[in-house]
Nanobody, 114 residues
Framework: QVNFVESGGGLVQPGGSLRLSCAVSTSIFWYYTLGWYRQAPGAQREFIATITSGEKTNYADFVKGRFTISRDNAKNTVYLQMNSLKTEDTAVYYC????????WGQGTQVTVSS
């Protein structure tokens, strides 16, 4: 069973930055397309960004130019650099494969507030 362990969330002011990390327990991390997703209170989980094994990236329109996804295959870790954060970015952030599997980690809470 693959496990996802997200970290790096916290409280940040509007306009601030955070870097999220997600460690993935699989021996073939390099093979997978990885994604970041988020779920705000009362809302459905939504796609944010993906990165392929060849490091091709794709972003949801609402984060383009602000968020950057990256990966380190040697560390089995995928990252999400978030800049110019807005209050509407407040959510629990998750990583998973793309398309996502049925197993999800606990996520990491990001709160953007003044």
């Amino acid at each position: 069973q693959v496990n996802f362990v997200e970290s790096g969330g916290g409280l940040v002011q509007p306009g601030g930055s955070l870097r999220l990390s997600c460690a993935v327990s699989t021996s073939i991390f390099w093979y997978y397309t990885l994604g970041w997703y988020r779920q705000a209170p009362g809302a459905q989980r939504e796609f944010i960004a993906t990165i392929t094994s060849g490091e091709k990236t794709n972003y949801a329109d609402f984060v383009k130019g602000r968020f950057t996804i990256s990966r380190d295959n040697a560390k089995n870790t995928v990252y999400l650099q978030m800049n110019s954060l807005k209050t509407e970015d407040t959510a629990v952030y998750y990583c998973n494969f793309s398309p996502p599997g049925t197993t999800w980690g606990q996520g990491t809470q990001v709160t953007v507030s003044s």
